[in-house]
Structures are given as structure tokens and as C-alpha cells.
């Protein structure tokens, strides 16, 4: 499924009006017909609302909404707000459509001086400001009537995307000068600021209204953001032959454990088993050995002579190799990870303390080799990249960056994580939850993925199925615990429902 941008979205709505074809005002109707439908199926007539309309399109739409929502009985109180004596085409026909229909309780159109109404916890609030097609931060009288919407005690509904909160990168923003919604009602599709973990304070529960804007367009057009369809994942699953043996599953090799993170290495071990691999070896500290062979019975044990890992093996019997969980980050630690990527030319996948060890040493981040997959959380990749993203947009525009220049695949993991492939192309997942921000939880994904890079799938397609697996394994998992009681090994005893459910 792809993400549009905010310019892309102003070309669909003009291109459905152009070869629907549809007048854009009825175009807004339909928008507007959707809205008051959602507003209608969840508050009552006696529900007193309040609407602020903008001067542009989504003033349009709100003026809309207040007309129909006049015109089933509802009392509305309306504000538009024309600072600068310049409406829309289609704002000024709905505005005066509100108008000449007799209907309406109140309507205020804003020129100068603003008295704003009382809001009181009873009170829906319609905020029409603006949508998808703001390009810049709200200052000013905007800026000040946000803020006093936000201190109100009323329920708000935003209309397409909270007002000040920017479509893409919201980086710059002031966040006291975006609206607090407790609803967006998004047209169409969701935009790409939506799948960020900061900005979700702003939108509260997103729903996703149709209003028919043209397929065609949308087929056609290219895109940087996809999100992942569970039918890409049933088409891409690889079937098990009847007559194969362990030999034909792949052989897969797992860095992990220092002494003492014994557990680290069990987790990414076991996941790397259920995520149906035919044999795994665990590269672990000697002192670890009487736990992983209780844990990890099915698994073969290659020993390092110290308490951490300290020297590099050789892969050639391997064909994917996951180094990181509970890895430590002792310098010969580190001079091993390095001599290990030098010399390893199957798959390799890096997480947790390998990436940490790579951004303590600054230029190493360069001497990757090419098609190496990356999985940090925020803070993992902020220390690779050597830089603090201040929003989530940023860091994923920073990562997208980085796949392409060091021609890695990174997964910036997190509730929506985000794949972020060499072509500079980005895949949101859409499983998972809440319960899995856990300890361990990365190094089960570091795991699957492993394993599905033995088994002959591509990194693209082994990042992607693996990612959707963990995820989907997590939400197996919270229905079965409840998210305050997962913890990471249950995320790996779902892995068989997981798969069992994808191949249905």
C-alpha cells in the first residue's frame, strides 16, 4: 500500500477531479458527506459542536460538515477564519452554501479581532484549520487559537490531519502550536506523519475515511513509502518441500552472549529454530555453555576461549550470519566484529551491541560491506549515525540516506518500524504492539531474520517477512498474555501460530 505525499495527494485530488471526471466542490461533498457520517455514527444530536474553519480547503470541508450537520439537527457554532480576506474557491462556495441555507445556529466569519466561544467537556470540536496541504509551521493568532483548543477540556476532531501537524517532516515544529485530537478522520489514505511514534500525541485514534479518489492514479504513481500488505507476505512465504532434509533449510550462525548475557543468545538462538532454519550454530563465551545447551538443546555450540566474544570464525559452512544480541562492547569485541565482516561473504545481520560497537568507532560505520542488514532501535541508530535526530522524521530521512550511500538495508524498529532499503525506497510493518517493547524482543527479530536469509530468501524479503512475522508472532502472543505480562520468549512460542496463519 502506498504513502502519498502531501504534494502527491493535492495531484490525486486533482487528477480523480479531472478524469472521474468531478466538480472539486462536489469532490468536497463527498469528503464532507463522509466526515458528517463518522461524526453521526458517534455523538448524539444533543451533543453541542463547534467548528474552526481555515480559509483553505479543509475550511471548505468543515464548512461542509457544519452545513450537513445543521441540516440533521445538530446546534453548530462556526468560526471561519479570514485574516487575510482570501478563501478558497470552494471554501467561499460552502461558506456562503452554510449561509444562504437558513439553518445555521451561529456562523462567525473572522477578519480582525477574535472572541473565542466558551468549550466546555460536552462540547464537540471540529478542527477544519488546516489539512494535508500546510507546508509550514502555524505562528501567530493560529498558533494561539491551537493552544486554545488544546487547553480546552473539549473532545476534538481534526478533519484529514491535525492542524500545524506538517504531512512529512514535522522536525522543526513547535509542538505547542499543533492540535491535540483525540480523533482524526484522515481522507482516503494515511499520510506518512502518521506512522511516526511522536507524533501519534497528536492524533489521537485515526480512521480512515474512502471518498473514491481515482485507483488509477494511485497504481501509477511512484512512491518512496510503501506499507506492508499481508497478501506481499503470503505471496513471498517459501513453501517446504515434502521430501527436505536439514541440509536443504539452511545453516545459519549466531553471534551472541557475552558473560552474563547468556539469555540474550538463548532468545536469538530459539527464534532462529522456530523461524524454520534447518540447523543453527551458536558462537557463544565458553562460560555460557550449561546454559545454552538447557535452553537451546536443538542447537550446536562453537565456544570462544574468553568471556566475550573475542575472535572471528570462519562462515564458509554458514549461509547467514546474525552477530549482536548481548554481544558486549569490550574492544576485542570489537576488533573481532570487524575482522568477522571482513571475511564473511554470506548474509549478515547486526544488531544491538555490534551496531553500538560500530558507532563507538566512528569511521567503521564505512567499512561495511555491501547488502549488510542493520536493526537498531532509535537510540542504536542514532549512535551509528552519529548525530540526535530531534523527531522521528528526521531520523528516518537520515537512515534513508544512509541505506543508499553504505547500500544497507537498516530497519529502524519500533511500533511502525521502517525498513529503509539501499534504493532509498521506505516499508512500514503494520504488526505488533505495545507489549513487545521488551527486553529481548530485538534479539528474537535478529533471529528470524537469520534464519530466513539461510533459507534462501532474499535480505529484502527476509527484512520484510521477517519483520511481519515478529510482529504479527508479538499480537499472537498479546491476545494469549495480555501486553503487561509479554515478555520476549512468548513472542517466539507464537512463531508457529504466526506461520501456521500466513500459510492459510
Known amino acids: 500500500m502506498k504513502i502519498l505525499t502531501g504534494a502527491q495527494i493535492h495531484e490525486l485530488d486533482n487528477y480523480t477531479i479531472e478524469h472521474e471526471p468531478i466538480a472539486s466542490i462536489d469532490l468536497m461533498e463527498r469528503a464532507a458527506r463522509a466526515i458528517m457520517l463518522a461524526i453521526t455514527q458517534q455523538w ?27 441540516e440533521k439537527g445538530y446546534i453548530v457554532d462556526t468560526y471561519l477564519f479570514n485574516i487575510h480576506s482570501s478563501l478558497s474557491e470552494d471554501c467561499e462556495k460552502n461558506r456562503d452554501r452554510l449561509v444562504n441555507g437558513g439553518l445555521v445556529h451561529k456562523f462567525t466569519e ?20 488546516f489539512g494535508s496541504g500546510l507546508n509550514k509551521p502555524l505562528t501567530g493568532g493560529f498558533a494561539s487559537l491551537v493552544k486554545y483548543i488544546n487547553q480546552s477540556p473539549s473532545f476534538v476532531v481534526s478533519i484529514d490531519m491535525p492542524s500545524g501537524l506538517l504531512t512529512e517532516n514535522n ?31 497528536y492524533l489521537g485514534k485515526v480512521e480512515v475515511l474512502d471518498i473514491r479518489l481515482s485507483k488509477e492514479y494511485i497504481e501509477s504513481i511512484p512512491t518512496k513509502f510503501n506499507i506492508i500488505e499481508e497478501s506481499y507476505i503470503k505471496d513471498n512465504l517459501r513453501s517446504r518441500d515434502d521430501f527436505a532434509n536439514k541440509g536443504m533449510m539452511g545453516h545459519a550462525l549466531i553471534i551472541a552472549g557475552t558473560y552474563g548475557m547468556a539469555g540474550a543468545a538463548a532468545l536469538a538462538t ?4 522456530r523461524s524454520g532454519v534447518g540447523k543453527v550454530t551458536a558462537l557463544t563465551p565458553r562460560p555460557n555453555y550449561n546454559i545454552m545447551q538447557v535452553a537451546v538443546p536443538e542447537a550446536v555450540l562453537m565456544l570462544d576461549r574468553e568471556d566475550y566474544y573475542s575472535e572471528a570464525v570462519a562462515t564458509d559452512d554458514f549461509d547467514a550470519v546474525g552477530i ?26 547486526l ?51 544512509m ?37 529481548g524482543s530485538g534479539d528474537v527479530l535478529t533471529g528470524i531474520i537469520t534464519a530466513l536469509l539461510a533459507r534462501g530468501y532474499s535480505r529484502k524479503n527476509a527484512c520484510i517477512v521477517g519483520m511481519y512475522l515478529h510482529g504479527l508472532a508479538g499480537d499472537i ?28
Open 171 to 201: 522536525s522543526f515544529d513547535q509542538g505547542s502550536n499543533i492540535v491535540r485530537a483525540d480523533l482524526t478522520l484522515t481522507l482516503h489514505m494515511k499520510k506518512l506523519a502518521m506512522l511516526f511514534a511522536d507524533t501519534q500525541k
Open 110 to 129: 473572522i477578519t480582525t479581532d477574535f472572541d473565542p466561544p466558551k468549550l466546555t467537556p460536552k462540547t464537540l470540536v471540529i478542527d477544519g484549520l
Open 324 to 349: 549482536g544480541p548481548g554481544l558486549g562492547r569490550q574492544e576485542g569485541s570489537a576488533l573481532a566484529l570487524m575482522s568477522q565482516l571482513q571475511q564473511t561473504t554470506c548474509p549478515i545481520v
Open 44 to 70: 448524539s444530536q444533543s451533543t453541542p459542536i463547534v467548528v474552526f474553519a481555515g480559509p483553505g480547503n479543509n475550511g471548505g470541508d468543515a464548512l461542509a460538515v457544519a452545513r450537513m450537520l445543521t
Open 477 to 504: 502472543a498479546a491476545e494469549k498474555m495480555g501486553k503487561e505480562s509479554l515478555i520476549a520468549s512468548d513472542i517466539i512460542d507464537a512463531l508457529p501460530e504466526a506461520f501456521k496463519r500466513l500459510a492459510q
Open 403 to 439: 541505506a543508499e550511500s553504505l547500500r544497507a538495508y537498516i530497519l529502524l524498529k519500533g511500533h511502525r518500524s521502517a525498513l529503509c532499503l539501499p534504493s532509498g525506497d521506505v516499508i512500514f510493518n503494520t504488526t505488533g504492539n505495545s507489549g513487545m517493547a521488551t527486553a
Open 351 to 401: 544488531d544491538a551491541d555490534a551496531l553500538n560497537m560500530l558507532g563507538s568507532h566512528g569511521t567503521w560505520i564505512n567499512q561495511l560491506p555491501d547488502n549488510v542488514i542493520m536493526t537498531p532501535h532509535p537510540r542504536e541508530f542514532d549512535r551509528i549515525a552519529s548525530t540526535c535526530c530531534h523527531s522521528d522524521s528526521e531520523r528516518l530521512n537520515v537512515a534513508r540516506e
Open 270 to 273: 530459539r527464534a532462529c529454530l
